[in-house]
């Protein structure tokens, strides 16, 4: 073990501030409560007086018992030299409240706060924010490593950007500086383009740069999720992979972990690029790494880094059971991974590396259900409003869980509408745009007989990921054609992908509490398994699981009473986290009444879904089936629906 010394620790019950981020906005949603909360009780268990600012009246955050001191003020650089002034912290956290804590701690350097009143920045330091962020010294730093960045140039004028783009040809992809969910940022495929989103792109960078960069459209996109102490410990929490290739931002693509077509080298060639960077850049705490892999070749390169939790990070989290924004606060006081405990094992450290024996996939939540004459084509900027998670030990399964934690109406693969499209009109999307429907339409492609082969060139979507879309059609078909006269094992076999009984129902003929009634006499019967972190090396002490068809039931059953609250789903127009906030309130008290709690929610940004909110959590589809599947496993006499909105 290193006998490197740590660095500067601040004393015990000094007070530290953490920036919240502020409003829920397209581009920074619920994630930013959850890592600020589980910061905040990181440091208090640490024994540090902790003082937050936020403006946000919705959040378990902004709540008098998750930090010693709450201001609930504006997030500016006026109200927080205020606060400063008056609360003299010893340092502050600047990576748990998204890009808007980020950018005030950089302005509130710039205008000389910090250092009048001797507040440290704590973890990763300002330099290596600096250097994440601004485009050029990100683009110099990656060039003085040796990692492949695309052909690019980062622009202050708009002439320097068209004359850039006449040199090295169309298309481009526009990064502004210091933005959010890659807003102000575009692909421009015309001159028109480019002028548009060149003006807004440096309008809205606050330094007024951008990165302008040779499209890789088309590319594999994948994420490291990865955390470093000061002491250069580095380790990969998370690999994740974007279904839809490069140039739909990973907020609006679906995301699976980890990933499922890279190769061994592939996957460790991209994992120590991740490593590399973290430690060239002194990130200290949780980062967030971007890479694009080319599709049949080994040639990648370095599209961005987060030197800070984002929504990536709340996911990973919640896809590994590791608490990634909890370590990171612990890491910004002077701890080693190698000297936090993880709580989810109680016996591995947080140096131990997660593995995962499931698959995780991630579906966005999109506004346009509200909002139906908007552009709803994907690209660089950000359109989702929130994103729901499934587990699954398949693919197919955990797509299906996803579809059905929307709440768009939806139980399966088929878009309503979309057998009238003609075949000439399905061709045509295709080879458009993409936007949110895309999946629907590949899969009714599928049934209409188009190839995997020619489904792959057209939408750049991995084939891996086309024969699994194909299989679910199979199955489907199998179930038309076997109708009300079914057998056990096809049955079986349909929930093992995890098609829902109402589709199951529509298919064969029958209605969805037959289908029920069927799989009960026949005894097909969801197991429950946990997400321990480590592959079940070692054994959870969290009661934190997923539903399968397959697999032995790992659920210990109690004889306590039992107190259900189901949550709300995925952050929307109309829902947002004021729900997720009554829902763990009603955790909170059950518990004080002595009942054992149970909360089933499958938003991983959210406080309810963290591993000790509640004394069980069933990350599962919000839906009739699923809910009662859970009440029956664990006999619950006591059900709340009235915290979590609408949805509940």
């Not at 695309?150 to 068209?162: A, C, F, K, N, R």
């Not at 190839?451 to 939408?459: D, F, G, N, P, W």
């Not at 009739?624 to 979590?644: H, R």
Request: charged residues 25%; glycine residues 8%; contains cysteine.
């Amino acid at each position: 073990m290193s006998t490197q010394p740590k660095h500067d620790a601040p004393h015990k019950q000094a007070s530290l501030m953490v920036i919240g981020s502020g409003p829920i906005v397209i581009g920074q949603a619920a994630e930013f409560d959850y890592a600020g909360t589980q910061a905040c009780k990181s440091l208090r268990e640490e024994g540090y007086r902790v003082i937050l600012v936020n403006s946000n009246p919705a959040t378990i955050m902004t709540d008098p018992d998750v930090a010693d001191v709450v201001y609930l003020e504006p997030l500016t650089v006026q109200s927080l030299e205020k606060i400063i002034a008056k609360e003299r912290p010893y340092g502050l956290l600047a990576t748990l409240g998204g890009q808007t804590a980020l950018n005030l701690a950089v302005a509130l350097a710039e205008a000389g706060i910090l250092e009048r009143f001797g507040v440290k920045v704590l973890g990763t330091p300002l330099a290596s924010i600096r250097q994440a962020e601004d485009r050029q010294l990100f683009k110099d730093k990656m060039q003085e490593i040796g990692q492949p960045v695309p052909q690019s140039l980062v622009v202050e004028t708009l002439e320097d950007g068209i004359s850039f783009v006449q040199e090295i040809g169309l298309p481009v992809i526009i990064r502004p500086a210091y933005t959010l969910g890659g807003t102000g940022g575009g692909i421009a495929e015309t001159m028109d383009d480019l002028h548009s989103i060149l003006v807004r792109g440096l309008q809205q960078s606050p330094i007024h740069q951008v990165l302008v960069e040779k499209s890789i459209r088309g590319w594999k996109e994948i994420e490291y999720e990865v955390i470093r102490d000061a002491n250069d410990t580095c380790i990969t929490i998370c690999n994740m992979e974007n279904i839809d290739p490069v140039g739909v931002h990973t907020g609006d693509s679906i995301v699976v972990a980890p990933s499922q077509t890279l190769t061994d080298s592939e996957y460790q060639m991209l994992r120590t690029a991740s490593c590399d960077i973290i430690r060239a850049l002194a990130i200290e705490g949780g980062c967030n790494v971007q890479l694009a892999l080319h599709p049949t070749s080994k040639e990648y390169c370095v599209i961005e880094v987060n030197p800070r939790v984002s929504r990536s990070s709340a996911l990973a989290s919640k896809a590994t059971g590791y608490p990634i924004a909890k370590v990171a606060a612990k890491i910004a006081v002077g701890k080693r991974l190698d000297e936090i405990l993880n709580p989810v094992t109680g016996k591995t450290y947080a140096s131990f590396e997660p593995a995962l024996d499931y698959v995780v996939v991630k579906v966005p939540r999109w506004p346009f259900d509200k909002f139906p004459q908007a552009d709803r084509t994907l690209g660089t900027q950000m359109k989702a409003t929130g994103e729901v998670m499934a587990l699954e030990r398949n693919f197919e399964a955990a797509l299906h869980k996803a579809l059905r934690s929307l709440e768009i109406g939806m139980d399966s693969l088929e878009l309503p509408g979309i057998q009238d499209w003609t075949d000439q009109a399905i061709e045509s999307y295709l080879d458009g745009e993409p936007d949110d429907r895309r999946l629907f339409v590949v899969v009714e492609a599928l049934r209409r007989g188009s190839s995997v082969e020619e489904l792959a060139l057209r939408t750049q979507i991995d084939s891996f990921f086309l024969y699994k879309l194909q299989n679910v059609v199979s199955v489907e078909q199998g179930l038309r054609v076997g109708g009300p006269n079914l057998s056990a094992p096809y049955l079986k076999r349909a929930k093992s992908f995890g098609i829902a009984d109402t589709r199951i129902a529509r298919l064969i003929g029958l209605t969805p509490v037959q289908v029920r009634a069927l799989r009960k006499q026949w005894g097909i019967l969801p197991s429950y398994l946990l997400v321990d972190t480590c592959a079940a090396e070692f054994e959870s002490t969290t009661p934190y699981y997923y539903s399968t068809y397959r697999g032995a039931d790992e659920v210990q059953a109690t004889d306590r009473p039992k107190a259900l609250v189901i949550g709300s789903g995925p952050i929307r127009i109309g829902q947002g986290i004021e729900f997720d906030y009554c829902s763990v309130h009603a955790v909170w008290s059950l518990r004080k009444h002595g009942y054992e709690t149970i909360i089933i929610n499958n938003n991983p940004e959210t406080v309810s879904t963290d591993f000790d909110t509640a004394d069980r959590l069933y990350f599962e589809p919000l839906t009739l089936e699923d809910v009662l599947n859970v009440i029956e496993k664990e006999q619950v006499e006591n059900e709340f629906v009235q915290y979590g909105g609408q949805t509940a």
